[in-house]
């Protein structure tokens, strides 16, 4: 099978951004990360910041979530493009996307984060 497009996805700290950053220079696709799609929303709503990012997140619904969701399924079958997320079944049903799930041990997590 070939594929047309990438999906990363793995728990916070293991690696994913890292990856990407190596993967866009060798493949020459856009790479898009849920958490970009999350904070250009964010930029939209709150041009001038009145609500933190952070907060901004608690108050998102399942329905805000599902729509960025659909935006990430409609890239995926662009092709030629990769993306970031944390769960994968999001492109369950999507022909030609090469699902890689990243993990790390907890120590490694941990130094990521500090």
């Not at 916070?12 to 958490?35: C, F, N, R, V």
């Not at 970009?36 to 901004?56: G, M």
């Not at 890689?100 to 907890?106: T, Y």
């Amino acid at each position: 099978m070939k594929f047309t497009s990438l999906l990363l996805s793995g728990v916070p700290g293991s690696g994913k951004s890292t990856l990407a950053d190596a993967l866009k220079k060798q493949l020459e696709w856009p790479y898009i990360g849920i958490g970009d799609v999350f904070r250009a929303r964010h930029v939209k709503a709150y041009p001038n910041n009145e609500l933190s990012f952070p907060e901004y997140l608690k108050t998102l619904t399942l329905q805000d979530h599902t729509k960025v969701n659909e935006e990430i399924r409609k890239l995926l079958k662009k092709n030629q493009v990769f993306v970031g997320v944390r769960h994968d079944c999001i492109a369950d049903d999507i022909e030609g996307v090469l699902k890689i799930f990243l993990g790390a041990d907890m120590d490694t997590r941990i130094a990521r984060a500090i």
